[in-house]
């Protein structure tokens, strides 16, 4: 049974380009959550998403950043005109519908570096 | 105030000893509480999961919860250098919300 899946695990961008991070879930699990790690810190929360809906945005900056989770296919973190503070190591994590009650379960992390 | 604190040490024990990790939290709100590992340059990992207060034990591992103190703990009994890593407290209010980590401990257990 495959655990979270990200990708790409490495991302280099230069200062102005955009950022694409994907994440596949658990199978079975419907909800995604983005986390962000920056050197020397805890994971701080993102978003909560679940398919084709935002469910909680609050930790996500008010501009430049933005997240899916369509019907098919990844959820996706977009971070357009990337700036050197977004460099960090990006989580993702997933957890089953709401019926079964339990918790998250991270990937393994996309590390971006902004140049 | 940050709300959630966790010492993040650097905390270093000769392998076979008892380790314990704790973490402080403001927000009475929380009811589920996370233990995570992580090692370096990989995503957090679950160890332990409790809800509201109390204890449970899976293997070496022991989380205890004291919802009154706003306080929760993990244990490691007869710790191996594999334990190696950084330690990740977690919670939330609900089961399925965000989750609010702690700084995170770094634990090396040298032979």
């Known amino acids: 049974n495959a655990g979270v899946m990200q990708n790409p695990r490495h991302l280099v961008r230069r200062r102005g380009q955009e950022a694409r991070l994907r994440c596949s879930p658990m199978?079975?699990?419907?909800?995604v959550y983005w986390y962000r790690q920056l050197p020397e810190e805890g994971l701080k929360f993102m978003v909560y998403?679940?398919?084709?809906?935002?469910?909680?945005e609050s930790g996500m900056p008010k501009e430049r950043f933005s997240a899916e989770f369509p019907k098919e296919g990844p959820s996706i973190l977009r971070i357009q005109q990337v700036v050197r503070g977004d460099s960090a190591a990006y989580f993702c994590?997933?957890?089953?519908?709401?019926?079964?009650?339990?918790?998250?379960?991270f990937g393994p992390g996309t590390r971006l570096t902004v140049l | 105030q940050k709300e959630v604190e966790q010492d993040p040490g650097p905390l270093s024990v000769p392998e076979g000893a008892i380790v314990s990790l704790n973490c402080t939290y403001s927000?009475?709100?929380?009811?589920?509480f996370m233990w995570y590992r992580q090692y370096s340059r990989k995503g957090p990992e679950l160890l332990m999961y409790t809800y509201s207060s109390g204890n449970k034990e899976d293997g070496r591992f022991t989380a205890q919860v004291d919802k009154s103190s706003k306080y929760i703990s993990l244990f490691i009994r007869d710790s191996q250098p594999s334990d190696s890593a950084t330690y990740l407290c977690a919670m939330t209010v609900s089961s399925y919300g965000k989750l609010t980590f702690g700084q995170g401990t770094i634990l090396t257990v040298h032979p």
């Open positions: 927000n009475s709100a929380f009811q589920y």
């Open positions: 998403l679940q398919k084709e809906n935002i469910i909680d």
């Open positions: 199978k079975g699990h419907s909800h």
């Open positions: 994590a997933s957890s089953p519908p709401l019926s079964k009650g339990d918790t998250q379960y």
